[in-house]
């Protein structure tokens, strides 16, 4: 994103409405945020120039396609300097849906979907353990996955939490 680039309300509030429902159509968000549909159609192409927006994509449930077990595993390597390496190898583990550079004990943590347990310990087993500079591995499973949610975009003036009452 590029640093000169400020977002206003009127983008804070089409970006709430496509983090919401990314086929909503650009006349409707017009008329919630009181502009012409050209404008909206602008200001979501700036918002694409400058690296706010990166797409829409459909999200299909795992559970849909029999991927009943997601997991998500720490990884440690034996040399920091090796993570390109092993990155590259683990994009090629279609279980693996996110995978992030971590702090703490482990280098890397990836989410991934299974058809079940077995499936899970075929992936870790023959798989991910193989990789070269992978030591060790910790893997926890999800038992539920209580909310799923695109960042939030609402009142991004503040820059604390901590007025939100629970």
């Known amino acids: 994103m590029s640093l ?4 206003d309300e009127i983008d804070r509030k089409i970006l709430s409405f496509l983090a919401n429902n990314a086929r ?14 050209a404008a909206i159609h602008q200001r979501v192409k700036k918002l694409e120039a400058n690296g706010v927006i990166s797409g829409s994509r459909l ?3 795992p559970q849909a396609l029999g991927l009943d077990v997601c997991a998500y595993i720490s990884v440690c390597l034996s040399e920091a300097n090796r993570y390109s390496e092993v990155v590259d190898a683990l994009k090629h583990v279609p279980e693996i849906v996110e995978c992030h550079f971590v702090t703490g004990r482990a280098s890397i943590l990836l989410k991934v979907y299974c058809f079940d347990n077995d499936h899970l310990m075929e992936v870790l ?16 499973i999800s ?9 939030w975009v609402k009142g991004f ?9 629970i």
Do not use: H
Request: proline share 4%; hydrophobic share 40%.
């Open 4 to 7: 000169a680039y400020n977002i």
């Open 143 to 151: 038992l539920d996955e209580a909310f799923e949610r695109q960042v």
């Open 157 to 165: 003036k503040k820059t604390s939490f901590k007025d939100v009452q």
């Open 125 to 140: 087993l023959n798989t991910i353990q193989k990789i070269p500079f992978i030591i060790s591995t910790d893997t926890m």
């Open 24 to 37: 909503m159509p650009f006349l409707e968000i017009a008329r919630e945020c009181g502009v012409s549909g």
């Open 59 to 61: 999200i299909v449930k």
